[in-house]
């Protein structure tokens, strides 16, 4: 480690006692004091207490400006009022109920018309929403492969970061090279007996807000569609560009999209929605011609408050004229902090599409996993402690979102403290 980490670590760790002691106690519970890895950083995370709009407050009484947006989740912001009301509403009249309520059937219709699917089912989490999606592709096909890109991420079971995880459900995976079109369509031939669905983000968030070609996107769909496979598209990241996800933006039209994160406006959610199809291999109904039906269960996947929350969200705080707007105002922060970036010497570079973005210790912006595996580990941590200690929250590995309570004066602050943090480590010789 070098010496410039080492006492950004030290100093973190005078600054945060609070923070510290809660990581002591949680440990002695939880394996290495959480339950979510990617919250996990050396030395440890921070312990939050509360939030309130674009701002969190720590153990210790610190205040950030919260530029994770919780990996993208927290769109809104913090305790957006209006979600609030309605859920606390919904929930004093019914709390939990084992039948049909109103508030699923609208949130579908707000999904449907919102995002072009013919029908969508809902689940708890993102990914849940692909595990369905992928065994949907394999009943509907009868094959058992799928293709997966190197670097993507559809969940903890799920995961391609660098090769796939030992902890992935056991599906036969071969895996693409992200933005190589004409590997990915040899592989796809290679595969083209058994290939069940390919499932590729249209930018990879896990993966470093690395955008697709719109033509890799495009074309890896046609090549899956000549040999019969099911194009998957996860969207639980991305949905959030454009009045219909980033996808459409692409110009390009999946069988089965994913989607989760804000649009459950802070409670656990996940959907699959698409073809009719596929998604009425789900219909149970009497008069349904179909000889048999898949089952879907899940005790929480039409539960209330999800259901009352996402409508809020997409029905009154997060239209398509807004995620519109957003779009535009991400793109615009992000282009702010590469013409700050380009004021100094150091090699870092920043990527994404509208209000998602990573920045990258890396010379020259990364259009694949691997060239962003080159980064500086040591330099992209230097950042991560530089901006905590400005007071500016984002992800160690880069990631920035941002979100609907950031004011303009928040985004200014947070292009002062990057601005402030690399003149300091360019000084440093970092
Ligand atoms: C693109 C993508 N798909 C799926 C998931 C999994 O969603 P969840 O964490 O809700 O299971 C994530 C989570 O980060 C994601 O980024």
Redesign the pocket.
């Given at each position: 480690m070098t010496a410039s980490l080492e006492r950004a670590h030290r100093e973190f760790a005078d600054r945060n006692p609070q923070s510290r002691l809660s990581y002591v106690r949680a440990r002695t519970v939880l394996p290495g004091g959480h339950t979510r890895t990617v919250l996990s950083h050396a030395p440890f995370p921070l312990t939050f207490v509360s939030g309130e709009g674009a701002r969190l407050t720590d153990a210790d009484g610190h205040t950030y400006i919260d530029l994770l947006g919780d990996?993208?989740a927290g769109l809104l912001g913090h305790s957006e009022g209006r979600v609030l009301d309605a859920v606390a509403r919904a929930l004093r009249v019914n709390m939990s109920v084992g039948g049909i309520h109103p508030a699923e059937a609208d949130l579908a219709v707000l999904m449907c018309d919102r995002f072009h699917l013919d029908r969508v089912r809902f689940t708890n989490?993102?990914?849940?929403a692909?595990l369905m999606a992928i065994t949907t592709a394999r009943i509907a096909t009868g094959r058992s492969t799928i293709i997966a890109i190197d670097g993507g991420?559809?969940?903890?079971v799920l995961s391609y970061a660098h090769g796939p995880s030992p902890t992935n459900a056991p599906y036969p995976v071969a895996l693409a090279t992200f933005n190589d079109i004409d590997a990915t369509v040899e592989l796809i031939e290679r595969h083209a007996n058994d290939l069940a669905a390919v499932i590729v983000?249209p930018m990879l968030?896990?993966g470093g807000c690395l955008p697709a070609f719109p033509a890799y996107i495009q074309q890896l769909f046609a090549a899956a569609r000549r040999v019969g496979a099911v194009c998957i598209a996860?969207e639980?990241?991305t949905s959030r560009h454009g009045p219909s996800g980033l996808l459409h933006l692409f110009d390009a039209e999946a069988d089965i999209t994913?989607y989760?994160?804000y649009i459950g406006g802070g409670f656990s959610f996940?959907a699959f929605g698409g073809r009719a199809a596929l998604l009425d291999l789900f219909d149970t109904s009497p008069s349904s011609d179909r000889p048999a039906s898949i089952g879907h269960a899940g005790t929480f996947n039409n539960n209330i408050a999800t259901m009352t929350a996402g409508c809020s969200v997409l029905g009154e705080v997060f239209t398509a004229d807004v995620a519109t707007a957003h779009t535009a105002r991400g793109d615009e922060f992000r282009n702010t902090v590469a013409a700050c970036l380009a004021r100094h010497s150091l090699p870092i570079s920043v990527t994404g599409y509208g209000s998602m973005l990573a920045l990258h210790a890396v010379a020259r912006p990364p259009t694949t996993m691997a060239e962003a595996d080159r980064r500086d580990h040591h330099l992209q941590e230097l950042i991560f402690f530089g901006l905590l200690g400005r007071g500016i929250y984002t992800a160690p590995r880069g990631m920035i979102t941002v979100g609907l309570a950031h004011t303009d004066d928040d985004l200014a602050a947070a292009i002062d403290a990057i601005d402030d943090c690399l003149a300091e480590l360019e000084s440093r010789g970092a």
């Open positions: 990996y993208s989490s993102g990914t849940e692909n991420y559809h969940g903890g983000e968030g896990s996860d639980v990241m994913t989760g994160k996940g």
